[in-house]
């Protein structure tokens, strides 16, 4: 499925459920030592004058934090701490009347003591996203159900940005986008649904949050290349570029061409690369004047040594294609089949075969004819070549195809070129014969030396 076409990431919680073998661990939490909580009343069951008090004091209960290390401790505590945050999540959701003035205090304080805290180290110091499981969240029991009333809490019809904007500042917005390297995918499944919800309530944190995951991204490209939630943030940034209003701000252009572009160059693309390419894509429909320095950016960083990078990029190199102005199509011709034509003569069958595959695209394909008269240059010697030489049959039916396409599109082109190729080949073999005849007598001048001598 092309990036372009996926549905909305927002619309989904992760599928993906922890196996009993996996790695668990606790973040550090500042954990109450010794405290034992009791079942307060419920609150569908107290009098109504009584409920909000009753709500104040639940949501205190429930900024105790627990030490989830050992299975063995404090679980009454915990148990009653769960069932009251199921409690409080059915209550905000089904009841009116409930975000008065003075809980939001309360309330973000309570989300604040469960989720904003500093991650434990990995267990592995060279944990691979691809190879390694990932170190699951111990105290997940609690801190799912603290996410998700934090959710119900900011999508609800009685929610008031203008209250709750006194304690969302950019300080909570700085932690919890630090909980981004989370190992715990759950955990970064919720956390991209909530910085959305955050986003879009909140105007005046919207280029504080644009900024610090420029931040995280420049850290992840030329210092760390560790980050375990660029997927995610990717994600959130697609929902964001979508809602840009144009003409597009310098700001968000400079984004694309010093942060998105130089993301395709870390070795962990394969693990986000097709929400990398949703956001290329987004800036292009949104700005067409944007294709050319997108794919010069993309050619600057091809890759040249990993065939499976390279079959990603030619992928997205078709997407941004799919949108690309025909008024600015000449301005790539002669990069872009340049690296097509190094692409075709890979190897590797699958880089050839994706590069071809460009000609089953209809769009493309009509681009192409358009200019066929510059194009074809470019690419039929490397084509030419290929259909001679190349290992595999797959790919020397593609060429055919493509070259009897070009075939039709101009004739009298194709066997000026055909000719063209015909002369170089010949001139080649006569000057590699004349090589030869050259070493062959430099050998017999050395041999007549040596008898002389």
Same mark, same amino acid.
């Given at each position: 499925m092309s990036a372009t076409k996926r549905v909305d990431p927002f619309l989904r919680k992760s599928s993906r459920l922890p196996s009993k073998n996996r790695k668990q661990h606790s973040s550090s939490f500042?954990?109450?030592?010794?405290?034992?909580?009791?079942?307060? /009343?419920?609150? +569908?069951?107290?009098?109504?004058? +009584?409920? *909000?008090?009753?709500?104040?004091? +639940?949501?205190?209960?429930?900024?105790i934090i627990f030490d989830f290390s050992d299975a063995m401790v404090d679980v009454k505590s915990k148990e009653v701490k769960r069932a009251c945050l199921n409690e409080l999540i059915e209550y905000i959701?089904?009841? +009116?009347?409930?975000?008065?003035?003075?809980?939001?205090?309360?309330? =973000? #304080?309570?989300?604040?003591? @469960?989720?904003?805290?500093?991650?434990?180290?990995?267990?592995?110091?060279?944990?691979?996203? *691809?190879?390694? *499981?990932?170190?699951? *969240?111990?105290?997940?029991?609690?801190?799912?159900l603290v996410y998700e009333f934090f959710l119900r809490f900011l999508e609800s019809p009685e929610f008031s940005h203008q209250i709750a904007k006194k304690y969302i500042d950019q300080k909570f917005v700085l932690q919890l986008l630090e909980l981004f390297d989370s190992e715990d995918p759950r955990e970064r499944d919720f956390l991209k649904t909530t910085l959305h919800r955050v986003y879009g309530k909140f105007? !005046?944190?919207?280029?504080?949050?644009?900024?610090? =995951? @420029?931040?995280?991204f420049l850290r992840y490209i030329y210092e760390t290349e560790k980050l375990n939630g660029v997927s995610e943030l990717l994600e959130i940034l697609g929902s964001i570029i979508n809602g840009f209003a144009l003409p597009l701000k310098v700001e968000h252009k400079t984004f694309l061409q010093r942060v998105l572009i130089p993301l395709h160059k870390a070795r962990g693309l394969n693990l986000y690369h097709s929400q990398l390419a949703y956001c290329v894509v987004q800036f292009v429909e949104k700005d067409s004047t944007l294709a050319e320095p997108v794919l010069l950016g993309l050619f600057k960083f091809w890759p040249k040594v990993n065939s499976s990078k390279e079959v990603m990029f030619l992928s997205e190199v078709e997407e941004v294609l799919d949108v690309i102005d025909p008024a600015l199509f000449p301005k790539v011709i002669s990069p872009l089949f340049g690296q097509i034509s190094k692409c075709v003569t890979s190897a590797h069958f699958q880089v050839a075969e994706r590069a071809l595959c460009l000609w089953n695209n209809?769009?493309?394909?009509?681009? =192409?004819?358009?200019?066929?008269?510059?194009?074809?240059?470019?690419?039929? @010697?490397?084509?030419?070549?290929?259909?001679?030489?190349?290992?595999?049959?797959?790919?020397?039916?593609?060429?055919? @195809?493509?070259?009897?396409?070009f075939m039709e599109m101009n004739q009298e082109l194709f066997d000026e070129l055909g000719a063209s190729?015909? !002369?170089?080949?010949? !001139?080649?073999?006569? /000057?590699?014969?004349?090589?030869? #005849?050259?070493?062959?007598?430099?050998d017999r001048l050395s041999l007549e030396k040596k008898a002389v001598n």
């Amino acid at each position: 499925m092309s990036a372009t076409k996926r549905v909305d990431p927002f619309l989904r919680k992760s599928s993906r459920l922890p196996s009993k073998n996996r790695k668990q661990h606790s973040s550090s939490f500042l954990i109450q030592k010794c405290v034992e909580i009791e079942p307060l /009343a419920g609150l +569908k069951d107290a009098p109504t004058e +009584k409920r *909000e008090e009753l709500f104040l004091q +639940k949501l205190q209960q429930c900024s105790i934090i627990f030490d989830f290390s050992d299975a063995m401790v404090d679980v009454k505590s915990k148990e009653v701490k769960r069932a009251c945050l199921n409690e409080l999540i059915e209550y905000i959701t089904s009841e +009116k009347g409930v975000l008065m003035e003075r809980v939001y205090p309360e309330i =973000i #304080q309570m989300v604040a003591n @469960n989720l904003l805290r500093c991650l434990s180290p990995s267990d592995n110091p060279d944990f691979d996203p *691809e190879e390694d *499981e990932p170190t699951l *969240e111990l105290a997940w029991p609690h801190i799912q159900l603290v996410y998700e009333f934090f959710l119900r809490f900011l999508e609800s019809p009685e929610f008031s940005h203008q209250i709750a904007k006194k304690y969302i500042d950019q300080k909570f917005v700085l932690q919890l986008l630090e909980l981004f390297d989370s190992e715990d995918p759950r955990e970064r499944d919720f956390l991209k649904t909530t910085l959305h919800r955050v986003y879009g309530k909140f105007l !005046g944190l919207r280029a504080y949050i644009r900024k610090h =995951i @420029n931040n995280m991204f420049l850290r992840y490209i030329y210092e760390t290349e560790k980050l375990n939630g660029v997927s995610e943030l990717l994600e959130i940034l697609g929902s964001i570029i979508n809602g840009f209003a144009l003409p597009l701000k310098v700001e968000h252009k400079t984004f694309l061409q010093r942060v998105l572009i130089p993301l395709h160059k870390a070795r962990g693309l394969n693990l986000y690369h097709s929400q990398l390419a949703y956001c290329v894509v987004q800036f292009v429909e949104k700005d067409s004047t944007l294709a050319e320095p997108v794919l010069l950016g993309l050619f600057k960083f091809w890759p040249k040594v990993n065939s499976s990078k390279e079959v990603m990029f030619l992928s997205e190199v078709e997407e941004v294609l799919d949108v690309i102005d025909p008024a600015l199509f000449p301005k790539v011709i002669s990069p872009l089949f340049g690296q097509i034509s190094k692409c075709v003569t890979s190897a590797h069958f699958q880089v050839a075969e994706r590069a071809l595959c460009l000609w089953n695209n209809e769009y493309i394909l009509s681009l =192409i004819e358009e200019h066929c008269t510059s194009i074809m240059p470019i690419m039929f @010697n490397s084509l030419y070549r290929i259909s001679r030489e190349h290992w595999n049959q797959s790919i020397v039916a593609l060429v055919y @195809n493509v070259l009897k396409t070009f075939m039709e599109m101009n004739q009298e082109l194709f066997d000026e070129l055909g000719a063209s190729y015909k !002369g170089y080949c010949d !001139g080649k073999v006569q /000057a590699d014969e004349k090589r030869e #005849q050259l070493w062959q007598w430099l050998d017999r001048l050395s041999l007549e030396k040596k008898a002389v001598n």
